[in-house]
């Protein structure tokens, strides 16, 4: 584990990004910025209060192979449901499947569950513990695939330690 | 019409396709769950390819990053609020369709 990062760099990224925000919902113009630099400083402080710095930092390279791992799944995600949709018989084989996470506890999960939501054929239904029960649209794929490769993916990102299956 | 008009023709009617799958699929499909597929992936692939259709009229950086984020903040919204709505429809045990049974 990591040192915790200062306090002062937090701040200062993140007033960079709600700055940054600011400028793209104003659309640049410069008179919005008396209630703007208000709004930047509130939310700073609320992000820091509901979201505290933690040790973790995002590895850029792993997050660039993650986003377009995403696009193309998205991609066959959306291409195999409309292709059930539009089918004269849908011949959907929906299943449960349980899966134990390999992902620690937190935000890695919270990202999985959701990514999980949007990738081809699985839908998060419910997380006890470490087990997630996961809906497929189609039994004879294997859904810890999709899970085991999305895991990997996010790890990377994250720079988190999978833990043994 | 030039190039970036015609892609952008392109996208923002492959987008619309989409979204008519997602909701064919929300009207056809069995149970709860298979709806959500099809309206999580749909709606999401659609919204993408209106999204980047748009950046090609975008009048400049900030409107970029704008449509960028209105796709982001959806994704999050809608990944979210399936999960949710499997959740609350597994606690009150309803049971998910399986083909062969009621066919």
Redesign the interface.
């Known amino acids: 584990m990591k040192p915790a990062p200062p306090l002062v760099w937090a701040v200062i990224w993140r007033t960079a990004l709600f700055v940054?925000?600011w400028?793209?919902?104003s659309?640049?113009r410069l008179d919005s910025w008396t209630v703007g630099s208000g709004s930047v400083a509130l939310a700073t402080l609320l992000s820091l209060r509901l979201s505290p710095p933690t040790r973790g930092r995002v590895s850029f390279p792993g997050l660039l192979r993650f986003l377009t791992y995403f696009?193309f799944q998205?991609?066959r995600?959306?291409?195999?449901?409309?292709w059930?949709?539009?089918r004269p018989q849908?011949?959907?084989?929906?299943?449960?499947r349980e899966i134990d996470l390999r992902l620690p506890e937190g935000i890695g999960r919270v990202l999985l569950?959701?990514?999980l939501?949007?990738l081809?054929?699985t839908?998060?239904?419910?997380l006890q513990g470490r087990q997630l029960?996961l809906?497929v649209?189609d039994e004879h794929v294997s859904a810890e695939a999709e899970v085991r490769m999305a895991e990997t993916f996010l790890a990377r990102t994250l720079r988190l330690e999978l833990e043994p299956a | 019409m030039s190039l970036p008009e015609i892609a952008s023709f392109i996208l923002l009617l492959a987008g619309a396709v989409f979204f008519f799958a997602g909701t064919l699929g929300l009207l056809r499909f069995p149970d709860v769950y298979t709806r959500l597929h099809a309206l999580a992936k749909a709606d999401n692939l659609g919204l993408g390819l209106i999204v980047l259709g748009l950046l090609f009229k975008a009048p400049g950086a900030a409107m970029s990053i704008k449509l960028a984020l209105v796709w982001l903040l959806a994704l999050a919204a809608s990944a979210t609020a399936s999960f949710l709505i499997a959740r609350r429809a597994r606690q009150h045990s309803i049971a998910p369709w399986r083909s062969g049974e009621h066919e």
């Open positions: 940054l925000l400028w793209v919902l659309d640049g696009v998205s991609l995600g959306g291409i195999q449901v409309a059930f949709a539009m849908t011949g959907l084989r929906p299943a449960m569950i959701n990514t939501n949007l081809p054929g839908l998060s239904v419910e029960c809906h649209l």
